[in-house]
């Protein structure tokens, strides 16, 4: 095996191990995609940019023996790695009741894929410090949401009456809480008597919305919660 060899497998390594890091911090907060689609982004970017550098010199070689003036652009793959893994990213965003989600995974895989090129040119200071500062910006994002962040919620419960479910969303919003939309309907039940199930989409923040919720339900009496999503 020569050196060079040596020195691709050390590349691809390399953008394995940091990419896999990465894919390990959005695994652990069970986002879109994990460890495996890290490092497999890191590592087929390494692959494509070893092979931009470093793939053509036999046909370069052979073209000058040959007395051609053969010229090609190493840049080529490797700009079409950064054009490529936007599909890949794509399909991790969703929109959902009136959400994005998925954008800073998204995102993560994108400048996974300039470390693992990174990796492939042999930069390997500026791909660590790469993968330090993308961690650290993940886990300080994670932290400031969980304390001050907001999120959208969807809550479905039945009450016997209308006004019941007027002082239901006078108390949402009396706590904070904003309310982007709500759905009403009038159920039947089988001993002919009339109820309300009622869809609300709030917006509210992360900390102990759970409790807030459940707490506001629980004093009034009929009010049955059904789900919270």
């Known amino acids: 095996m020569s050196s060079m060899t040596t020195e691709f497998i050390l590349r691809l390594f390399a953008a394995a191990i940091l990419g896999g890091a990465i894919?390990?911090?959005?695994?652990?907060?069970?986002?879109?995609?994990?460890?495996?689609?890290?490092?497999?982004?890191?590592?087929?970017?390494a692959i494509?940019?070893?092979?931009?550098?470093?793939?053509?010199?036999?046909?370069l070689t052979q073209s000058r023996d040959a007395g051609l003036n053969v010229r090609l652009d190493p840049s080529r793959i490797a700009a079409q790695v950064v054009s490529g893994i936007g599909?890949?990213?794509?399909?991790?965003?969703?929109?959902?009741?009136?959400?994005?989600?998925?954008?800073?995974?998204?995102?993560?895989?994108?400048?996974?894929?300039?470390?693992?090129?990174?990796?492939?040119?042999g930069m390997y200071v500026l791909a660590a410090a790469s993968t330090v500062l993308v961690l650290l910006c993940?886990?300080?994002?994670?932290f400031i949401i969980q304390r001050f962040g907001t999120r959208n919620i969807s809550i479905t419960f039945s009450s016997p009456s209308i006004e019941d479910v007027r002082q239901v969303l006078q108390r949402l919003r009396s706590d904070g809480?904003?309310?982007?939309?709500?759905?009403?309907?009038?159920?039947?039940?089988?001993?002919?008597?009339?109820?309300?199930?009622?869809?609300?989409?709030?917006?509210?923040?992360?900390?102990?919305?759970?409790?807030?919720?459940?707490?506001?339900?629980?004093?009034?009496?009929g009010v049955r919660i059904e789900s919270i999503e």
């Open 177 to 221: 809480m904003s309310i982007d939309s709500y759905n009403m309907r009038e159920v039947s039940g089988s001993d002919g008597s009339e109820s309300y199930s009622v869809s609300v989409e709030v917006n509210v923040k992360r900390n102990r919305y759970e409790s807030r919720v459940l707490g506001i339900m629980e004093e009034l009496e």
């Open 138 to 142: 993940l886990e300080a994002l994670n």
């Open 87 to 121: 599909f890949i990213g794509a399909g991790t965003i969703i929109f959902q009741r009136h959400v994005v989600r998925g954008l800073t995974t998204a995102a993560g895989l994108w400048v996974t894929a300039a470390i693992g090129m990174t990796c492939g040119a």
């Open 23 to 45: 894919g390990l911090e959005r695994g652990y907060r069970a986002k879109e995609a994990g460890f495996r689609t890290h490092f497999l982004v890191a590592l087929g970017s």
């Open 48 to 59: 494509f940019m070893i092979l931009s550098q470093f793939g053509f010199e036999q046909v």
